[in-house]
């Protein structure tokens, strides 16, 4: 078993200084990616875990409610290139039946539920579904999107919090006065 690693700085530290434990920082980035917080309660720090859990899930899924379910879906289609959801995906599991969507509509199937599917694309701009639900949902489509989107790169800025774990910064050196003291008029140490 690997040794816990210890987030601390180096230097005069506060007499009430507690070490953060970081068990396996790796296991905790990748919690923390599969459900946001995961990784912060893994290694003890359940307020920060429960903070982060609520805070990026409730994006997450106030944009998804925006957006009527259709804002968080995969597609590498050369007409709908779906880079929004490389910063989606970073939200981990809840964005992830997204990609069985996809997979199954790109081989015919039928979709496993109504939401987090890739829009039909047709020539025609009259029946093209991704025109429709931009018409449907008019501004919402896009609050939806950058909600799931901030809501995913929030959650990377998580992770790397629990690989890393919080910074401690190192005190200001005070400055010794006492040689000051000790000099004469001319400069000169008495």
Known sequence: MAKAAVSQASGNLPDDFQPVLLKEPLLSAFLGWLIPGAGHIYQ???AKGALFSLCILGTFFYGL???EGRVVYASWRSED???AYLCQVGVGLPALPALVQTFRVSHDKEPLFNIMVPPRLNPDPR???LALWHKQLGRYFELGTVY???????NVL???DAYGGPL??????TKDTSKD?????SGEAA
Do not use: H, N, Q, V
Request: aromatic share 10%; charged share 30%.
């Open 168 to 173: 401690r910064l190192e005190p200001e050196p």
């Open 158 to 160: 998580a992770i790397y």
């Open 81 to 83: 290139l779906r880079l």
């Open 127 to 129: 029946m093209d579904e």
């Open 44 to 46: 003890g720090r359940w």
């Open 181 to 185: 003291k000790s000099k004469d008029s």
């Open 148 to 154: 799931t989107m901030i809501a995913g790169l929030l």
């Open 65 to 67: 409610f925006l957006g």
